[in-house]
């Protein structure tokens, strides 16, 4: 069997955990992820690697090669958002292991070794922080973080790590050392529709747009809804109604440069009809490539809802989540992607990435490459989310070949 037959077959079984009737759901760290993570060790050692799991619980297979050179990693994600697709984040831990399948599968053995990686937990659904095993790997997840970082039901990252078999006591000890890879391969479904829109079957990603991610708790005054006056609410949905609005100004006044911004959660309390809301709390996504455009936005938000605050009578309190960078992925490995495609007659465009990966934390320590291929319409964290096959193999031989090339 190919290795492009197999992550065929890979994408149709690990579909299968957290699998509903709307959608997958396998958030990081749940008995549905680890269903998953069981079929991809399953392979691993099927294909003669060896298999670890590190102190945030990124799980690693291993093949060595003849010599002693650093070798590759291809890597991703098998964690979903809530009733999303079958193919964020496990196609490309298939591909890597398709990909190892057919490397294996020739002569003479790879001279350097051959790795491939899956991250826990790229989406913030279950935390709220992205991408924490990468940040594990590369030094950038403190202690701190794991005690601060909990989800819906009040379980803390550091519990919910120590449940799945995580050490998370030593994850500052537990990272990648500088240059310990030759490099770093993500394949990924592009999530937006540019490549499916125009006919391309390779998008070779030159930065990773980064998210600033924050909370806002608005606080207000519980009352009765039929026997409060108007003109006497403090009413905190209200005020957070025209901070979503205002939020959504910001993304599109910078729109020019990529920016987005988006209210991704809203939640209200004490949420019964007859109550005038007294809090309510929202969950701010701002990304783009361009730092002072994200900083631009941020600061018309924080501007805003100082606005509000004052014409309501009601207060906001402010939570950091987090505030990365944008990444730029290495240059020299871009173009030999690039000339892999020409080779192939595959056609292919440069362009940014809009949602944040683990290569752009990878990227930090290890050159790293991002290579996407189209999905339908671009519709991602869906469970219509859908990919043409006969395109997807376009972009899995050029992964095959690029990371053969340097192997070899």
Known sequence: MSGFERVQELIATISQTGRGERGVSRLALTDADRQARDIVVEEMKALGMSVTTDACCNLWGRFEGSSDRPGVVIGSHLDSVPEGGRYDGALGVACGLGATRDILAENPPPRRSLSVVV???EESSRFSLATIGSKAATGNLSLMDTLRFRDRQGVTLLDALRDFGGR???????CLAPASYHSYFELHIEQGPVLDWNGEDVGIVEAI??????MLEVVGEQAHSGACPMNMRRDAMAAAAEIVLAVERAGRAESEFGTVATVGVCECFPGA?????????????VRGIVEKSIRRACDEIKARVESVCAERGVRVNFTLYSADKPVAMDGLLARRIENVCKDLK?????????AGHDAM????LIPSALIFVPCKDGVSHNPAEAVD???VRSGY??????????VR
């Not at 934390?361 to 930090?364: G, L």
């Not at 031989?397 to 340097?406: A, F, G, S, Y």
């Open 209 to 214: 747009a980064a998210p600033t991610r924050f």
């Open 346 to 354: 595959v056609k292919y465009r440069r362009m940014p990435s809009g």
């Open 273 to 285: 009809m007859n109550v005038v809301p007294g809090r309510v709390v929202l969950k701010v996504d």
């Open 361 to 364: 934390y990878m990227a930090t």
């Open 119 to 121: 991250f826990t937990a």
């Open 168 to 174: 998370p006591e030593q994850i500052p000890r537990d």
């Open 389 to 391: 096959w006969r395109r």
């Open 397 to 406: 031989e050029v992964l095959l070949q690029t990371v053969k090339d340097i």
